[in-house]
């Protein structure tokens, strides 16, 4: 194999391996700008995962939808997502409940009914059966003639090209919206939102959702594009990543893209680690917890240096000062 075919493969993982983190990163950032802490961001993957691969599997074989089966599972998992976003909204915002606590509350629920309902709906199996019919890559006519990057970047799954456009979606819904300004106002002072006339309330509820159905998005492109199945360890710490893509990328959802692609990079180095040879020099377990080592230097390296929104992780009660 030539470097430049090598340099190709590396570069569509990256891709591949960078979807997941970018568009569960996303959902993380219009939660924290609104000022609520969202550690759920893992179990909202894990049921997006969940929903996409089992909606895909039976509207595809039983129902004869092979050609919309996965854009149905992809629809469920964004559903789903918000489904499950709400028990988080209504702890955090209404009850004041401690963040975290309910993020990680989640997170658990998440992976136990996601496996209770598989060994359900599959006969007691810990996994569902294969996708007969996930997602396949779509090449752009033009762009792949690009050398080295063209058949690397532009020949990539339904779900790559959307992840970048609700990059730009969602930057421009915070940048360029009243909208986004009013989210970004209730993680910086809600009060002061409150005072001149914003619901805080309605506006918070609005972003967690929308961080549930986004995370949903993530887990569906693993589950119907990635690994074609569903298990316990389908999502197996990616929510994490994508939380740390987040801090890294400095709540900015154009920095989360940034650091989504470079904890996309380290996975896809580690899985060709034996073709290139790396392996000879160091173990292969090694390469495998790669991503999440340069997670931890990442948070390590960058946390105390990015600002957070000012508000983030405080309780809004109107009237308190």
């Given amino acids: 194999m030539s470097w ?9 993982n990256t891709i591949l391996y960078a979807t997941p983190l970018i568009l569960a990163a996303l959902g993380g950032v219009m939660s924290e700008r609104s000022g609520i802490v969202n550690i759920a961001l893992e179990g909202f993957m894990i049921i997006g995962a969940f929903a996409a691969a089992v909606t ?3 509207t595809g074989e039983t129902l004869g939808l092979a050609g919309l089966a996965p854009w149905l599972g992809l629809l469920a998992a964004f559903l789903m997502g ?21 993020g990680v509350a989640l997170n658990f629920l998440a992976a136990g009914f ?10 007691g199996a810990a996994q569902t059966t294969t996708v007969q019919h996930p997602f396949e890559k779509i090449r752009i006519s033009g762009l792949t003639d690009i050398p080295v990057v063209g058949k690397g970047i532009f020949f990539a799954y339904p779900t790559s090209y959307l992840a970048i456009l609700l990059v730009i979606i969602v930057y421009i819904v915070l940048y360029r919206t009243p909208f986004g300004l009013r989210i970004r106002a209730l993680g910086e002072h809600p009060h002061a939102a409150d005072s001149v006339g914003i619901r ?19 887990g569906a492109s693993m589950s119907i594009a990635v690994t074609s199945n569903f298990q316990h360890n389908t999502i197996a710490g990616h929510g994490f990543m ?11 959802p154009v920095g989360a893209m940034g650091a989504a692609l470079f904890f996309g990079f380290a996975t896809a180095l580690a899985a060709s680690g034996q073709v290139i040879g790396l392996t000879n020099y160091v173990p292969a377990e090694f390469l495998i917890m790669l991503p999440y080592v340069l997670t931890i230097l990442a948070l390590a390296g960058v946390v105390g240096r990015a600002n957070a929104p000012s508000a983030l992780g405080r309780p809004f009660l109107k009237g308190e000062r």
């Fill in 4 to 12: 430049t075919n090598l340099l190709e493969i590396i570069l569509n």
């Fill in 56 to 58: 895909t599997i039976f």
């Fill in 82 to 102: 918000i489904l499950f976003a709400v028990p988080h909204a209504v702890a955090t915002i209404h009850f004041r409940a401690d963040q975290v606590v309910s």
């Fill in 114 to 123: 996601s496996i209770f309902m598989v060994k359900n709906l599959f006969d």
């Fill in 200 to 218: 805080v309330y309605l506006y918070r509820y609005i972003a967690v959702l929308l961080a549930g159905g986004l995370a949903g998005l993530g």
């Fill in 242 to 252: 994508a939380l740390a893509a987040m801090i890294f990328g400095k709540w900015h």
